[in-house]
């Protein structure tokens, strides 16, 4: 039996992060993967980094346009120069990893007890003993039970569409959250014909409710169409076309396909783990229970990113293991403390988000003061031709200090960066109001959003 000082179960964004750190630093050190495909985990291999790819390309589709025959070799292509990408980045994370000094294990591991850890592997079972363990499994598709669904072989998954040789003629989209406008946005560029099913009333319901109108007007100016109060009730395959079975507003109806994409969210990642077995508890939603430095109800056990069941995202994954750092060297670091987490969803434009909308602001007591401006007053949007959009930012009238920032245009990825600095370092909005910007950017609008501040 192998003994080691540390021992990671997956290969994300934290794991593999700390466990570069720890092997750095002299500590016996193992890494345990299910998959090599996975290398480098969730974010290189099916998800942030292959979708953005596949949304450059699908811009530049859009931008050559051209006929059927056009537009499948574009997303043909697009697809191959994804798969160049993730292999490569695939080898890279891998060659890093073991650089660094860490073991990279293949296999699955399941916990035996608070230090032994089985890991199935090609040859056989392999049982690790580890003074700390460091859970960091991710997530995966949540998949719901609807008649037909499973079978079909028109359905997908984010991670299958990914791997299409045919761009479908016609998409649908069952889940309007973050991950399906994305898909939505980029098949809408590649020229498919996009429908979104979403079962609420309120498009975008978390979200600021001008900037949600606002993306909903843009996708529907581009084609996207969405159903509002609309659930799936069966799946029904037909020779050359699948048939789904609707229910809006009370009333049935059927909607034709191509291909059916199911983006109704993800859960964290514990098949075959059994974390039960070390005494390891869990949370009411079935994700792995920490304390605020990422402890689990184990002393030596530790756990990062999607698999906690918090925000599902690749940079907190990574501050995750900064948390774990400190919480191992006694620094101050915990989830408590990490400042205002933005976030952004990369459809064309993208729109981004950190802090408070006006209405959590309102109904958390403040008073206000509200700036808005479209996307065309800025003169990089007129000349990038992306004038679609609208930024708002929310203010504490009070201390003059930045309260949530909702950017809908071009570059707010970038954008909303420069905002969470200003909000973590509690700036007074003049200091961007008055901010010395190069031109022509999309970020010296915020010359103008903040003169605009009522
Ligand atoms: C389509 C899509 C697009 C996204 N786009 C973005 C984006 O643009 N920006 C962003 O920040 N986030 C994005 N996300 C979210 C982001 O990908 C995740 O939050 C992030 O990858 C989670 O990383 P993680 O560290 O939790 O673990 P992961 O990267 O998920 O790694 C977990 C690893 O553990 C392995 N594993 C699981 N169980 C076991 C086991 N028992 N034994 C051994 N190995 C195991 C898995 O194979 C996997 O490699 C996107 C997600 C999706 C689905």
Same mark, same amino acid.
């Given at each position: 039996?192998?003994?080691?000082?540390?021992?990671?179960?997956?290969?994300?964004?934290?794991?593999?992060?700390?466990?570069?750190?720890?092997?750095?630093?002299?500590?016996?050190?193992?890494?345990?993967?299910?998959?090599?495909?996975?290398?480098?985990?969730?974010?290189?291999?099916?998800?942030?980094?292959?979708?953005?790819?596949?949304?450059?390309?699908?811009?530049?589709?859009?931008?050559?346009?051209?006929?059927?025959?056009?537009?499948?070799?574009?997303?043909?292509?697009?697809?191959?120069?994804?798969?160049?990408?993730?292999?490569?980045?695939?080898?890279?994370?891998?060659?890093?990893?073991?650089?660094?000094?860490?073991?990279?294990?293949?296999?699955?591991?399941?916990?035996?007890?608070?230090?032994?850890?089985?890991?199935?592997?090609?040859?056989?079972?392999?049982?690790?003993?580890?003074?700390?363990?460091?859970?960091?499994?991710?997530?995966?598709?949540?998949?719901?039970?609807?008649?037909?669904?499973?079978?079909? @072989? +028109?359905?997908? /998954?984010?991670?299958?569409?990914?791997?299409?040789?045919? %761009?479908? $003629? #016609?998409? =649908?989209? &069952?889940?309007?959250?973050?991950?399906?406008?994305?898909?939505?946005?980029?098949?809408?560029?590649?020229?498919?014909?996009?429908?979104?099913?979403?079962?609420?009333?309120?498009?975008? @319901? +978390?979200?600021? /409710?001008?900037?949600?109108?606002?993306?909903?007007?843009? %996708?529907? $100016? #581009?084609? =996207?169409? &969405?159903?509002?109060?609309?659930?799936?009730?069966?799946?029904?395959?037909?020779?050359?076309?699948?048939?789904?079975?609707?229910?809006?507003?009370?009333?049935?109806?059927?909607?034709?396909?191509?291909?059916? /994409?199911?983006?109704?969210?993800?859960?964290?990642?514990?098949?075959?783990?059994?974390?039960?077995?070390?005494?390891?508890?869990?949370?009411?939603?079935?994700?792995?229970?920490?304390?605020?430095?990422?402890?689990?109800?184990?002393?030596?056990?530790?756990?990062?990113?999607?698999?906690?069941?918090?925000?599902?995202?690749?940079?907190?994954?990574?501050?995750?293991?900064?948390?774990?750092?400190?919480?191992?060297?006694?620094?101050?670091?915990?989830?408590?403390?990490?400042?205002?987490?933005?976030?952004?969803?990369?459809?064309?434009?993208?729109?981004?988000?950190?802090?408070?909308?006006?209405?959590?602001?309102?109904?958390?007591?403040?008073?206000?003061?509200?700036?808005?401006?479209?996307?065309?007053?800025?003169?990089?949007?007129?000349?990038?031709?992306?004038?679609?959009?609208?930024?708002?930012?929310?203010?504490?009238?009070?201390?003059?200090?930045?309260?949530?920032?909702?950017?809908?245009?071009?570059?707010?990825?970038?954008?909303?960066?420069?905002?969470?600095?200003?909000?973590?370092?509690?700036?007074?909005?003049?200091?961007?109001?008055?901010?010395?910007?190069?031109?022509?950017?999309?970020?010296?609008?915020?010359?103008?959003?903040?003169?605009?501040?009522?």
């Amino acid at each position: 039996m192998k003994t080691y000082d540390n021992l990671i179960i997956g290969f994300g964004k934290g794991g593999k992060t700390l466990a570069a750190s720890l092997a750095k630093a002299g500590q016996r050190t193992a890494l345990v993967e299910k998959s090599p495909l996975m290398y480098g985990g969730t974010c290189i291999n099916v998800a942030c980094l292959p979708t953005k790819s596949l949304e450059n390309s699908a811009r530049q589709s859009a931008i050559q346009g051209g006929d059927d025959a056009a537009r499948q070799l574009h997303f043909r292509q697009a697809i191959e120069e994804k798969r160049r990408l993730t292999a490569m980045l695939r080898k890279k994370n891998y060659d890093k990893l073991v650089s660094s000094g860490v073991e990279v294990m293949d296999g699955e591991a399941s916990f035996l007890d608070d230090h032994h850890v089985q890991v199935l592997t090609k040859e056989g079972p392999e049982i690790l003993e580890a003074h700390r363990i460091f859970i960091n499994t991710g997530a995966k598709p949540f998949v719901p039970d609807i008649p037909g669904l499973k079978q079909s @072989p +028109r359905v997908y /998954l984010s991670e299958s569409i990914m791997e299409l040789e045919t %761009l479908p $003629r #016609r998409l =649908v989209i &069952l889940g309007g959250g973050y991950i399906g406008l994305e898909f939505a946005s980029m098949f809408a560029n590649f020229g498919s014909q996009v429908t979104i099913l979403q079962p609420n009333q309120r498009f975008l @319901p +978390r979200e600021d /409710l001008e900037i949600a109108d606002a993306v909903e007007t843009s %996708l529907a $100016r #581009r084609g =996207v169409r &969405l159903m509002r109060n609309t659930a799936l009730k069966e799946v029904r395959d037909e020779a050359a076309e699948t048939v789904l079975i609707l229910k809006q507003d009370e009333m049935d109806s059927e909607l034709r396909c191509d291909a059916l /994409l199911v983006a109704t969210g993800r859960r964290p990642q514990l098949d075959n783990l059994h974390p039960e077995a070390a005494g390891i508890a869990l949370t009411s939603r079935g994700a792995i229970a920490v304390n605020e430095q990422l402890k689990t109800s184990v002393d030596h056990i530790w756990a990062m990113g999607d698999v906690t069941g918090g925000l599902q995202f690749t940079y907190i994954s990574l501050d995750d293991s900064r948390i774990v750092t400190d919480a191992l060297n006694s620094g101050p670091r915990t989830t408590a403390n990490r400042g205002a987490v933005p976030y952004s969803v990369f459809m064309d434009p993208p729109f981004s988000r950190v802090g408070l909308s006006e209405d959590e602001a309102r109904s958390a007591g403040y008073d206000l003061k509200i700036a808005r401006i479209p996307a065309a007053a800025i003169p990089k949007a007129q000349v990038l031709r992306k004038t679609d959009g609208l930024l708002k930012v929310i203010i504490d009238a009070k201390t003059d200090q930045i309260l949530g920032a909702h950017f809908f245009c071009e570059e707010s990825h970038e954008m909303i960066n420069l905002i969470k600095l200003a909000m973590d370092a509690k700036l007074p909005y003049p200091v961007l109001r008055d901010g010395i910007y190069t031109h022509p950017t999309m970020s010296e609008g915020l010359n103008d959003l903040f003169a605009a501040v009522l």
